[in-house]
């Protein structure tokens, strides 16, 4: 069906007048097939409005989103494991659900980081957990745009990627850091230079407050609209 599904999309996308993307290596790949001047990328504005930003006193790192195998949240415990020995004062909360959630919680079990490594439910009031936190990490193996990293880069805190789920949001080591993708024992290296270097957490956190204009409603609202005179006015 997959298979049937991409034939008919690539028919029908070569007839269009314009097709939207939310990233550029979207474009790229779309490129292939449809000229680039008929591709506009638009990507997701910030869907909640920060009512205050993150004070960075709470030694908190947290992943925030579905428990599945695209995620890759094992890496990211693989990661801690290594670090969280010198610097037990920093927790790791995993915000979500899904169908890795039980391969999870044993794998915590089998490296004895139950104390350190919690499981939550993904609270309805967002906000509160970006405003606790400090450090958002995402190891993600693919995304296509991560709605995620710009929340919770509203609420200034520090956000660290794999490279293949940045999506072009960040800008290493300016307003966040990104690792190889898979290679826990970077993500491991990255973390633990972060903990112990609180001017570099103040000044990615200052940095990535840019994302409330960028990705604001009526910043994205404008593409969109530049998007349709184009179209309507070619």
């Known amino acids: 069906i997959s298979f049937i599904k991409n034939i008919i999309r690539r028919f029908v996308y070569k007839f269009s007048n314009q097709l939207i993307v ?3 290596e979207i ?11 008929n591709i506009s990328i638009i990507p997701n504005h910030i869907g909640i409005e920060p009512m205050s930003r993150s004070n960075l006193t709470n030694k908190k790192i947290i992943f925030v989103g579905r428990l599945v195998e695209q995620k890759s949240v094992d890496t990211l415990i693989k990661a801690y494991s290594l670090i969280y020995k010198n610097n037990k004062n920093w927790t790791l909360d995993i915000y979500g659900d899904g169908p890795k959630k039980k391969f999870l919680t044993s794998f915590v079990k089998k490296l004895d980081l139950e104390k350190y490594v919690k499981f ?4 309805k009031n967002i906000s509160e957990i970006y ?5 958002l990490i995402l190891p993600s193996s693919y995304e296509g745009f991560p709605n995620v990293l710009i929340e919770a880069m509203s609420y200034g805190l520090v956000v660290i990627s794999s490279e293949n789920a940045s999506s ?9 850091l990104m690792f190889q993708t898979g290679n826990y024992n970077q993500l491991a290296n990255i973390v633990e230079n972060l903990l112990n270097n609180e ?3 103040k000044n990615l956190s200052s940095n990535a407050l840019q994302v409330s204009d960028d990705f604001s409603i009526e910043t994205i609202s404008e593409m969109w609209e530049s998007m349709f005179a184009k179209v309507l006015f070619r």
């Open 168 to 176: 072009g949001i960040i800008k290493n080591n300016v307003n966040g």
């Open 27 to 37: 474009s790229d790949f779309f490129s292939l097939i449809i000229d680039k001047s």
């Open 131 to 135: 405003q606790s936190s400090t450090i």
């Open 22 to 24: 939310q990233t550029k």
């Open 199 to 201: 001017k570099l957490i």
């Open 120 to 123: 939550k439910e993904l609270s």
